[in-house]
């Protein structure tokens, strides 16, 4: 089984300032990560997703992420922010190979970017 | 291409009445799913689907079923609906499952039961 820890429910920060939304996991298999976000009154998108290689992964809209299997984690983080990414963002987990598991999400966090 | 849509997009029930949550997908996928989100609670799997016929029950499946004759569309029952189904629900679909693929979410519907 897994689970998803997301570390901050809110991250309040000015526009122009680098941000980190924090991810954290637990898995007895090896697994798939995901960043999906959700701007108001929106169906969730796809920002950004770990399978395999590099633990580097470069999303949508400036974004990316680092995959750190020895700290379990898979942080999220944006050099400079602009208003327009204010949304909830979740990270999800799948195990590789349960097609019958979806995915597992977060509890979210909201980013609120102001002037 | 539409993706998935969903109907409606806002509806207020009773306790006790029935209604039935549409989806529907255009991506020719095999996996279809449905959320529902709380305030707080990220999303929890209510029912998923493999394929035409095929479906089986996720985290929350109570108070709830499905049903899925055609590869596009997975519609989502209320039987007796509670306050606690107050949510908002989003249906999901993709290619396949259990390798990392994405799954494409419709725009909601948010549900209030009074």
């Known amino acids: 089984a897994q689970s998803v820890t997301q570390l901050d429910s809110q991250v309040p920060v000015f526009e122009e300032a680098p941000v980190e939304l924090r991810c954290n996991y637990s898995?007895?298999?090896?697994?798939?990560l995901f960043w999906y976000v959700q701007y108001p009154n929106q169906g969730l998108q796809l920002l950004l997703k770990?399978?395999?290689?590099?633990?580097l992964v470069k999303g949508i809209n400036g974004f990316e992420a680092e995959f750190n299997k020895s700290q379990t984690s898979f942080h999220l983080r944006k050099p400079s922010v602009h208003i327009s990414d204010t949304a909830e963002y979740f990270c999800?987990?799948?195990?590789?190979?349960?097609?019958?598991?979806?995915?597992?999400f977060g509890k979210g966090t909201t980013l609120s970017v102001s002037s | 291409n539409a993706g998935v849509t969903q109907t409606p997009k806002f509806r207020i029930l009773k306790i006790g009445q029935s209604m039935t949550l549409q989806c529907t997908q255009d991506?020719?996928?095999?996996?279809m799913y449905w959320y529902r989100q709380d305030p707080g609670m990220g999303l929890k799997l209510i029912y998923y689907?493999?394929?035409?016929?095929?479906?089986d029950k996720g985290e929350v499946p109570n108070g709830y079923n499905v049903s899925r004759s055609t590869t596009e569309d997975f519609p989502l029952r209320l039987e007796l609906a509670a306050p606690s189904q107050t949510s908002v629900y989003f249906c999901?679909?993709?290619?396949?499952?259990?390798?990392?693929?994405?799954?494409?979410f419709g725009p909601g519907t948010r549900l209030l039961v009074l």
């Open positions: 999901a679909s993709s290619y396949s499952a259990g390798n990392g693929e994405t799954q494409y």
């Open positions: 898995s007895s298999v090896s697994v798939y």
């Open positions: 770990y399978l395999s290689g590099s633990t």
């Open positions: 999800a987990v799948s195990g590789r190979g349960q097609a019958g598991t979806a995915l597992i």
């Open positions: 991506m020719n996928h095999n996996y």
């Open positions: 689907s493999v394929g035409a016929g095929i479906t």
